[in-house]
T-cell receptor
Framework: QQQVKQSPQSLIVQKGGISIINCAYENTAFDYFPWYQQFPGKGPALLIAIRPDVSEKKEGRFTISFNKSAKQFSLHIMDSQPGDSATYFCAASKGSARQLTFGSGTQLTVLP | EPEVTQTPSHQVTQMGQEVILRCVPISNHLYFYWYRQILGQKVEFLVSFYNNEISEKSEIFDDQFSVERPDGSNFTLKIRSTKLEDSAMYFC????????????FGPGTRLLVL
């Protein structure tokens, strides 16, 4: 029930295309959903985050879509660029707890 | 821009040895965390620390692990008697406050237990 399931495991997209990564959760107590981007040899860095009181949040080329009833959320990267090639992790935390529960990660490759 | 730093970047140790991983969180942050990432797997929470005490810990964080803030800047993770399965990348993170706040991650320490 603590898990966050992420798909796909890997994704290859052409430059300029849309990258879509999906996550699903079971625990309805989760109330904070960040996405992290990780480059090789680096720590995860926050990309964008959403709370369940909104269905969508957009920051530049990055959009989170949130479906509370389906317990799913997704990251959309518009106009994907080769510099976006990285591993993306969704995560969730609940209430007063601070620990992040991470998904398994998606390795995104954007071809030039 | 302030960042979380970690030392060493790599550590190789023999099974059964003690290791101490060090972190310097961002200076005005109050909450500190350790996570680990076994090669090719997801990032897993170990422990969170606030006001000089552990606030949460996972099942992974057993008696072999301990954390300490020995001074005003460092935050350490000690593994008393390392096992082969402790080989992983260990990330320190910090946040200004706790719930729902951005956690800033350091670059990690890659620990290899032989």
């Amino acid at each position: 029930q603590q898990q966050v399931k992420q798909s796909p495991q890997s994704l290859i997209v052409q430059k300029g295309g849309i990258s879509i990564i999906n996550c699903a959760y079971e625990n309805t107590a989760f109330d904070y959903f960040p996405w992290y981007q990780q480059f090789p040899g680096k720590g995860p860095a926050l990309l964008i985050a959403i709370r369940p009181d909104v269905s969508e949040k957009k920051e530049g080329r990055f959009t989170i879509s949130f479906n509370k009833s389906a317990k799913q959320f997704s990251l959309h990267i518009m106009d994907s660029q080769p510099g976006d090639s990285a591993t993306y992790f969704c995560a969730a935390s609940k209430g007063s707890a601070r620990q992040l529960t991470f998904g398994s990660g998606t390795q995104l490759t954007v071809l030039p | 821009e302030p960042e979380v730093t970690q030392t060493p970047s790599h550590q190789v140790t023999q099974m059964g040895q003690e290791v101490i991983l060090r972190c310097v969180p961002i200076s005005n942050h109050l909450y500190f965390y350790w996570y680990r990432q076994i090669l090719g797997q997801k990032v897993e929470f170990l422990v969170s620390f606030y006001n000089n005490e552990i606030s949460e810990k996972s099942e992974i964080f057993d008696d072999q692990f301990s954390v300490e803030r020995p001074d005003g800047s460092n935050f350490t993770l000690k593994i008393r008697s390392t096992k082969l399965e402790d080989s992983a990348m260990y990330f320190c993170a910090s946040s200004v406050r706790g719930t729902g706040e951005t956690q800033y991650f350091g670059p990690g320490t890659r620990l290899l237990v032989l």
